[in-house]
């Protein structure tokens, strides 16, 4: 009889400790139910509200520009580079970001470079800016100096004097005996983006004039052509276009081309786009740049910044001075 009533007090408890795990099972699914189901309405209330207040500043810069369909499009596909794309008014009111942006998709050739250069000068950007980085060489201006190197023979001074769809002639300086030999060679070049180079060869030749053809791959090489400034500065920095919280970081130094930092976590790694935020003495600056070194076993990290307006490359400048 005892072990009867014993069996059946068990069987009582094991139903009440089943039922107990089902009732928490069931509090837990609805509690984290609830919590999704928040979350996700107020990111849906802050994406509606970023695309809401997108597009009004979007319409209200139309007015003052005469775009057309194309342009639109243009604009679409270049916000496409944007940590958040429905932001396409900072395409159309920041020379940084709209180079950063037509770089990358000319690079991937998905857009002629004619309607970039046409877009940019409809959104009353500058033409032509000493911080471009060319990607074939179509895109270099007249009038830019350049060095031809042919091997075994001496370096010649020249300068572009045409650029068409088919070739570019180059004007020579010095003696005509010192002129390239007809063949291969290297040509290179510098602007406040960096110092490149692009093998071409001779296709014609006219007095002091060489015929060259075009060359779709240009070289970039790295060089440090500031000045750096020792200091400390609290900074976030976050890959290109995420939208998860900064990292907390401390800047060490600081030059117009680019800057070292701390690593936080050991995360960011060589080539990696990154976006870097701080405000000294109240003053914003957000810049976009590429790691392009690591040191002291990846605790250090080395950016160059890319797409910077002259007028923020002086700001930087004006920073590392006062710092």
Request: positive net charge.
């Amino acid at each position: 009889m005892l072990s009867i009533l014993t069996r059946v007090l068990d069987q009582q408890r094991a139903t009440e400790l089943v039922d107990f795990v089902l009732i928490f099972a069931l509090l837990l699914a609805l509690t984290m139910l609830i919590f999704f189901l928040s979350v996700r309405s107020r990111s849906r209330r802050l994406h509606r509200e970023m695309r809401e207040s997108s597009a009004e500043l979007y319409y209200f810069l139309l007015p003052t520009l005469a775009l057309d369909g194309n342009d639109h499009q243009l604009i679409k596909r270049l916000a496409g580079f944007l940590p958040f794309p429905q932001q396409k008014y900072r395409v159309m009111v920041n020379p940084q970001i709209f180079d950063f942006c037509a770089f990358r998709l000319v690079a991937a050739g998905k857009v002629d470079e004619t309607a970039v250069r046409d877009l940019r000068s409809k959104l009353g950007f500058p033409k032509h800016t000493e911080d471009f980085l060319p990607v074939s060489s179509h895109d270099l201006p007249v009038e830019l100096p350049v060095v031809m190197v042919q091997k075994g023979k001496p370096a010649v001074r020249g300068r572009l004097i045409s650029n068409t769809e088919s070739s570019m002639d180059i004007e020579m300086e010095g003696e005509p005996g010192s002129a390239p030999e007809d063949g291969p060679l290297n040509v290179y070049f510098q602007n406040r983006a960096g110092f490149f180079s692009l093998a071409t060869r001779i296709a014609a030749r006219e007095a002091r004039i060489l015929r060259l053809d075009h060359a779709d791959k240009i070289n970039r090489y790295q060089r440090r052509r500031y000045a750096r400034r020792q200091l400390r500065l609290p900074v976030f920095i976050q890959p290109y276009r995420s939208t998860s919280t900064p990292f907390k970081s401390v800047l060490v130094e600081l030059s117009r081309g680019g800057a070292s930092l701390q690593n936080p976590d050991r995360i960011f790694r060589v080539d990696q786009q990154v976006e870097l935020s701080f405000a000294p003495h109240g003053e914003k600056f957000h810049l976009l740049g590429q790691v392009v070194r690591v040191s002291k076993g990846g605790q250090m990290i080395h950016m160059e910044f890319q797409a910077l307006a002259e007028a923020d490359r002086e700001r930087i400048g004006r920073l590392s001075v006062r710092q």
